[in-house]
């Protein structure tokens, strides 16, 4: 496992005793959150020789990995059923104790805490309704961590956060009973970097990076994750680790709001932003391609620019570019909408009353996750001026948003046939364009799909 060399600092006696257990994967580990990051960590632990117990609120989860059976794209269900053994019955913490190495058990219960060594924390960081961070999940998953902490414990935050979050918060609520982090017990961030559906960058291969609250932290977290990832990369803090992540998904919202306002100019200007795209990007350096769309959905990108603003609005400075990217890609689905208006017009019809149908409400292509989807706004708009809305995603087969609960149409050619308009929002690849554009009668194609698959197949 290639580290950049991290000197091994001075480690008391509990730190030496972890460290062992660690580097002969013998450290019972604790993932809290067995979603989309934590189950693939906790196989990928439990694959690499640790007894690894998963701690979720969501009893169906729970039951469903131990009948190793997968909820998670990228854990294949043999993968799981490899690796979970019935509980028999006993109590968490009992079970927990009697799991022998590279196996893993999922409980509801913190309880099993009491015999773990390392507590990795992987829950949700959503946006609350004032679109302010909302970090229940973080604050009581530590809270379930601290009511079982003992001696010899590390707990790693995983969970994408505002920069102050491990130290300020996490830290007090595990110290709090005389326990001191660096001593008896050891605290640490370490963003996770799962691209869900991703095959050609996995938990393996993405490098990994990590802040410890002392040296010993780092240590001892560095050589956790070394067992399972190709390259550990430490960095000088928590909060650096924390800033680290927002740097890189903010990075993401404001160069796709970027090229969403070039869309904007360039429609102005009466130009094809994308061929304008596509002629940068042959520039070798200094140019990385980012495209239009119907604006930015998912998990990640809309909201963790959030954290970031937030955290600086309460040190009295205020993230421009953050607030300026989120005006920009959230208007998109209105800017779309217009354009739907514009064309049905040139053709007499009204959107009122008009069949539209959105092809694709998955928030990119080729998956099935709509949180966030800016589909989700542009047939709320629609729906709003009335049209006869609906759509197809063979990825999606029920959405329900706001007032309004939908089934994707049963016949994708049908529904092409008899749309009076066809918004493209989402370019799943299993869509046959040329076919969509044959039976189409009037189409606005806010991902280039059309366009992008006849100039690749182009003679
Ligand atoms: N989008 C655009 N134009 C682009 C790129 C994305 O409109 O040029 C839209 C997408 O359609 C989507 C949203 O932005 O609605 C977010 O897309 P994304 O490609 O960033 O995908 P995510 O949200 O799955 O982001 C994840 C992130 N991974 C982690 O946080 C660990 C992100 O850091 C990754 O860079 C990204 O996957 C990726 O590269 O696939």
Not at 62 to 73: H, I, L, P, Q, T
Not at 142 to 147: D, K, L, N, P
Not at 408 to 418: C, G, I
């Amino acid at each position: 496992m290639n580290t950049q060399s991290t000197q091994p600092p001075h480690l008391s006696e509990t730190a030496q005793s972890l460290r062992a257990r660690i580097a002969k994967r013998q450290a019972a580990v604790a993932v809290l959150g067995l979603g989309y990051v934590g189950l693939p960590l906790a196989v990928a632990l439990a694959e690499a020789g640790f007894p690894v117990v998963g701690i979720e609120i969501d009893e169906r989860k729970v039951d469903a990995v131990n009948r190793g059976e997968s909820y998670v794209k990228d854990v294949a269900s043999e993968q799981l059923a490899a690796l979970v053994r019935p509980a028999q019955g006993k109590s968490a913490a009992a079970s927990h104790s009697s799991l022998s190495a590279g196996h893993l058990l999922a409980t509801a219960d913190y309880a099993a805490l009491q015999g773990a060594d390392v507590a990795i924390i992987c829950v949700p960081t959503p946006l609350n309704k004032t679109r302010d961070p909302d970090i229940r999940y973080v604050l009581a998953a530590a809270e379930g961590v601290a009511q079982h902490i003992h001696p010899g414990m590390l707990i790693v935050l995983e969970s994408t956060t505002y920069p102050g979050t491990t130290e300020e918060l996490l830290r007090p609520m595990f110290e709090r009973n005389g326990l001191r982090v660096g001593h008896d017990i050891f605290l640490a961030f370490s963003p996770e970097r799962i691209d869900p559906g991703r095959s050609d960058y996995t938990i393996h291969n993405t490098p990994k990076i990590v802040g410890g609250v002392t040296p010993a932290c780092l240590h001892l977290t560095t050589t956790l994750y070394e067992s399972i990832i190709e390259e550990v990369i430490p960095v000088s803090s928590p909060a650096t680790a924390e800033m680290t992540k927002l740097l890189e998904n903010t990075f993401r919202a404001i160069n796709i709001a970027l090229v969403n306002e070039i869309a904007l100019m360039c429609d102005k200007l009466g130009l094809d932003v994308w061929e304008v795209i596509d002629a940068a990007a042959t520039k070798p350096y200094g140019f990385m391609k980012f495209t239009p769309g119907p604006g930015i959905g998912g998990h990640c990108i809309p909201l963790d620019p959030h954290y970031l603003a937030w955290k600086l609005r309460t040190l009295n400075y205020n993230a421009r570019f953050i607030q300026l990217a989120d005006e920009i890609n959230s208007e998109m689905p209105r800017y779309w909408v217009a354009k739907v208006q514009d064309a049905l017009n040139d053709i007499s019809k009204p959107v009122k009353g008009s069949r539209i149908l959105v092809l694709g409400v998955a928030y990119k292509k080729d998956i099935d996750d709509v949180r966030e989807s800016p589909a989700l706004d542009i047939i709320e708009l629609l729906r709003n001026k009335r049209a006869d809305i609906r759509y197809h995603d063979p990825y999606v087969p029920t959405i329900s948003h706001n007032a309004f609960r939908m089934s994707s149409e049963p016949d994708l050619e049908k529904a092409v046939e008899e749309a009076d308009c066809v918004v493209i929002v989402t370019d799943h690849s299993c869509y046959d364009w040329d076919d969509i554009a044959r039976r189409a009668s009037l189409i606005i194609d806010t991902r280039n799909a059309i366009q992008r698959h006849r100039r690749a197949h182009s003679p």
